[in-house]
């Protein structure tokens, strides 16, 4: 796509890699948008996958027909100039037993030291034995001291059978993020959520979860993985509500270097007494026999700490 | 060539090794074995650099390596198999090959390290190292990124903690494979009998000194020896059971 510019393209590289594999509007199969600075620069259909422009918001309609199968829907969005604020309203309808992946991810550039966020407020609606694999990487790139904003705020629905996975990260260079993900697990359906963070310098980063498991049968896993490294600090607020026979789980674990900090409010509540909720959390440094172990690998002591991160937050 | 000259630590007041003075010659496999808390592991971490000793030398092939961190050890050709291996959450097996051999292997060359240490590739190689392994699977990767290393001395620190019969078999050939090799020496701290068996020398460390010393044929003989008369070892060949 000829209108797509260099910082665009580097950052839809970073935040739309799949295993390896950048995404290519032009020889990709799949329904597409891509948007940069609040327009769309590109946008495809396909048979089965509609993408149209909502008329009461900014943002997309995005509807995935029932029953459709290995299809793929790439949504990035990229802010490359300071000063401006990208407000984003998405709203997937998954039809009932289709099996997607959806690839999002947002990036910020700037050279200049102005602010410049970007906000995501998504919406899943996911259809009766529905599958889905959500990814979703959020980087800032550029000028160090130009303040990026990301805030994606998330919502789920999920009907009888449904599975959603959610894999989603946060790569650095985010000075400030407020994630927010609520949403309602029904009857047998399973919720599967999996957040990377990596914070440094002065960033701040909060993570809130609540979920509702109403229906019978329904399950969640949530995992959090985070680093916050330099001065930098992070928030992480989960709560699993259990209102009927259900499974949930939640894992919290962090790692500290330097001076960052991190603060982990777990919160498991169970109105049933067939919920069955389990939290495990842990917060700590490097472990020194981790770094100890590599360095007799011959890695130098900031090769072994990279090691460790890169592996943690994979 | 690894020499090791009065090796003295101390820590917490306690005098934990008390002058060892050894050569491992290249080409050679050498078993230390002892009593618990004689002072084997810590020996062996001093030489890979994980401990810093409290007075003595190391030298590898004549140059002095007592002050190098365990970076450069490693790069001067020592490797270290951990007796407690060490787990990281998100590095899996095929991870940490790649990082122990410095490159990204092939798909036929982790299949093959893993199957030295009685692992299949297509089972473990995309596994965590971590809570996913038992403790005997783990100790089987430690035991196989030091493999992958070619070091010049290769220490393996109680290898056979954790694993089976048939896995251990696999070792043992893993073990005489690299003595074979002629150039690479091996210190196995271990108190296994078929390792024992099989080592040119024995070194017993008790109480953080050299005890008794020799071939390997010769002072596992004394070692089976169950004459409680001759706990110093009798000397003979075969032991004084005749």
């Known amino acids: 796509m000829s209108n797509i510019d260099k910082t665009t393209a580097d950052l839809l590289d970073i935040v739309t890699d799949v295993d390896g594999k950048a ?32 008329t009461d918001n900014p943002g997309l309609d995005i509807r995935i027909a029932p029953g459709t199968k290995g299809e793929d829907v790439y949504i990035p969005a990229c802010v490359t100039k300071a000063g401006i604020d990208d407000l984003v309203y998405n709203d997937f309808f998954v039809g009932e037993g289709a ?5 999002a991810g947002c990036g910020i550039h700037t050279e200049t030291g102005e602010e410049a966020r970007h906000s995501g407020i998504h919406r ?23 303040k990026k904003v990301i805030d994606p705020q998330t919502e789920v629905f999920l009907e009888e059978g449904a599975y959603l996975e959610i894999d989603t990260s946060q790569l650095g260079g985010v000075c400030r993020s407020d994630r927010k993900t609520r949403g309602t697990v029904g009857k047998n359906a399973t919720l ?66 330097d001076n960052g900090k991190v603060d982990a409010i777990p919160q498991l509540i169970a109105n049933c007494k067939d919920a069955s909720l389990i939290h495990e959390a842990a917060i700590g440094k490097i472990a020194g026999e981790q770094i100890l172990k590599l360095r007799t690998l011959g890695l130098t002591e900031e090769e072994a700490e990279k090691a460790i991160i890169d592996g943690f937050l994979k | 060539m690894l020499e090791i000259k009065d090796l003295r630590f101390t820590a917490d007041g306690r005098e934990i090794l ?21 002072g ?28 190098m961190n365990p970076t450069e050890r490693a790069k001067a050709g020592i490797g270290y198999a951990f007796q407690q291996p060490v787990r990281f959450k998100g590095i899996s ?101 078929r390792i024992l068996s099989i080592a040119d020398e024995i070194v017993m460390i008790q109480d953080g000194q050299v005890g008794m010393r020799g071939e390997g044929h010769t002072i596992f003989s004394r070692l089976l020896c169950k004459n409680e008369g001759c706990a110093d070892g009798c000397g003979k060949e075969g032991g004084c059971r005749e």
């Not at chain 2, 008390?18 to 004689?38: F, Q, R, S």
């Not at chain 2, 084997?40 to 002050?67: C, F, H, N, R, Y």
């Open chain 1, 124 to 146: 899943f609606f996911c259809g009766k034995n529905s599958r889905v694999l959500y990814l979703e990487k959020h980087v800032g790139t550029g000028n160090s001291a130009a």
């Open chain 1, 192 to 257: 599967v959520i999996k957040e990377r963070l990596l914070t440094d310098g002065d960033d701040v980063a909060t993570t809130d979860f609540e979920i509702e498991m109403n229906g019978e049968g329904g399950g969640i896993n949530l995992m959090s993985r985070s680093v916050a490294q330099g001065d930098s600090y992070q928030k992480y607020h989960s709560s699993i509500i259990g209102n009927a026979m259900c499974t949930g789980h939640s894992e919290c674990d962090a790692i500290l270097s």
């Open chain 2, 40 to 67: 084997k592991t810590t020996l062996a971490k001093m030489i890979a650099g994980v401990e810093k000793p409290t007075s003595g030398q190391i030298l590898l092939d004549g140059v002095d390596i007592t002050d």
């Open chain 1, 99 to 103: 099996d997607v992946t959806i690839i």
């Open chain 2, 93 to 193: 097996v095929r991870d940490m090959l790649n990082l122990a051999a410095g490159k990204t292997l092939t798909e036929e060359e982790i299949k093959d390290v893993l199957l030295q240490v009685g692992l299949e590739a297509d089972e473990y190689k995309d596994r965590g190292v971590d809570t996913h392994l038992s403790g005997g699977e783990i100790k089987r990767i430690e035991i196989a990124t030091v493999l992958l290393r070619n070091a010049k001395v290769a220490l393996f620190d109680e290898p056979e903690a954790g694993i089976d019969l048939w896995s251990f078999n696999n070792l043992i050939r893993a073990f005489e494979v690299l003595r074979e090799k002629r150039d690479n020496s091996l210190i196995i701290i271990s108190h296994q009998e």
């Open chain 2, 18 to 38: 008390k002058g060892i003075n050894l050569v491992i010659p290249e080409g050679k496999l050498i078993a230390l074995t002892g009593p618990n808390g004689g």
């Open chain 1, 23 to 54: 995404f290519d509007p032009e020889k990709f199969a799949g329904a597409f948008n891509i948007r940069s600075n609040c327009t769309s620069l590109g946008r495809k259909s396909t048979e089965n996958i509609k993408i149209e422009t909502k």
